[in-house]
């Protein structure tokens, strides 16, 4: 008499297809929270999407396909930014123009942000740190654009290579190093500006934009930068 087979008791999906199925769709809601999350491009998504597959064995011997880093990348952040400093330098533009100081106000735009250069002589007089009152209007409308802009700013110190020495200044270290906190301290103590985010630095006659051979060139070595610091540099 023919035996008969014992029927299989395990019907349906094997086990490890579960899990199989709940590593899927975590990744698949991993993914749509970093899509959510940031601005992507087209092809770096459908590439994405690729690899997933390829480690997962969707296409032929787990092919992985490379591509550039995609998260915490954030174009449309950085073409914001771009476009602030862009707005604040036009701003500052018709306020220079408006009140004829082309010669003693620059702006330029750098990896750093926006920088804001003054001619010493615009803020100060010859050999000394006290900002000249007449210069101090200048300095609020910077520091309405700075309290608009939410950025960190670093307030740079330089002079010529001209030697001073006094007793309250025995080099240009202590000259464009006070020149810079006394600038610093204004925007702290009577424009409000929150204290962390400023900083100070002289540079003494060491880091020049021009000739010290001639009064002109050394003129424009003698100023005060202020920067207003984008996201990426810090200050650096």
Not at 70 to 80: E, K, S, V, Y
Not at 184 to 191: N, P, Q, S, T
């Amino acid at each position: 008499m023919a035996r008969r087979k014992p029927e299989d008791s395990n019907k349906g999906s094997p086990e490890w297809m579960t899990t199989y199925g709940d590593l899927v769709t975590l990744l698949l809601c991993f993914f749509v929270l970093l899509f959510s999350f940031s601005t992507i491009d087209n092809n770096k998504f459908k590439a994405i999407i690729q690899s997933m597959q390829g480690s997962l064995g969707v296409l032929d011997s787990g092919v992985i396909v490379q591509v550039d880093p995609l998260i915490n990348t954030f174009p449309g952040d950085t073409r914001d930014e771009e476009n602030d400093f862009k707005r604040i330098k036009e701003q500052m533009d018709d306020f220079i123009k408006e009140n004829n100081l082309e010669k003693s106000v620059s702006l330029i735009l750098d990896e750093r942000g926006l920088l804001v250069r003054l001619l010493d002589a615009t803020l100060f007089d010859s050999g000394k740190a006290e900002i000249k009152n007449e210069a101090k209007y200048i300095i609020e409308m910077i520091s309405d654009v700075i309290m608009e802009s939410g950025k960190n700013i670093r307030i740079e110190g330089h002079t010529d290579n001209v030697p001073i020495n006094t007793e309250k200044f025995p080099s240009n270290w202590e000259l464009s190093t006070t020149r810079a906190v006394n600038v610093l301290k204004y925007l702290i103590e009577v424009r409000n500006i929150e204290p962390w985010r400023l900083s100070a630095v002289g540079y003494g006659e060491y880091h020049p934009i021009d000739t010290n051979d001639t009064a002109e060139g050394r003129q424009n070595n003698r100023r005060v930068d202020i920067v207003i610091i984008n996201s990426e540099s810090n200050g650096n």
